[in-house]
């Protein structure tokens, strides 16, 4: 970490540009970890603040590190199982389930390939 703290004037700034490049809500309980996925950019492009880095996203200049930074800012992995936690939580939500005439349905939104929804 570089010791810059992103402001939450600046978190703001940077939910509204992910949400313009991507459509995705960032929560302000995402606040550290945009700082942290942002902070090694701010020192690879000699930005002395997360809105200094801002104006160059916005600068035009640099569609290269526009794109470094969206890529930083979502996820984009996809593999079976990714999520351990989650199926491990699944799993006892079924079992519980079972024990009830009530069917178990999943929803699975937003997913790239296709390997979350076969996981569940």
Known sequence: MNGI???????????RFIYDAAGINLSPAKKALVGGR???RLE???AKSYGEYFKLLNSGDAPDEVQT???LL???ETYFFREQKHFDFLRKLILASERRAQP????SAASSSGEEAYSI
Request: negative net charge; glycine residues 0%.
């Open 5 to 15: 703290t992103i402001t939450d004037q600046e978190f703001i700034q940077f939910q």
């Open 44 to 46: 690879h492009c000699n």
């Open 74 to 76: 979502t996820t984009n």
């Open 69 to 71: 930074a969206v890529d």
């Open 38 to 40: 942002l902070s090694r």
């Open 104 to 107: 178990f349905r999943v929803w």
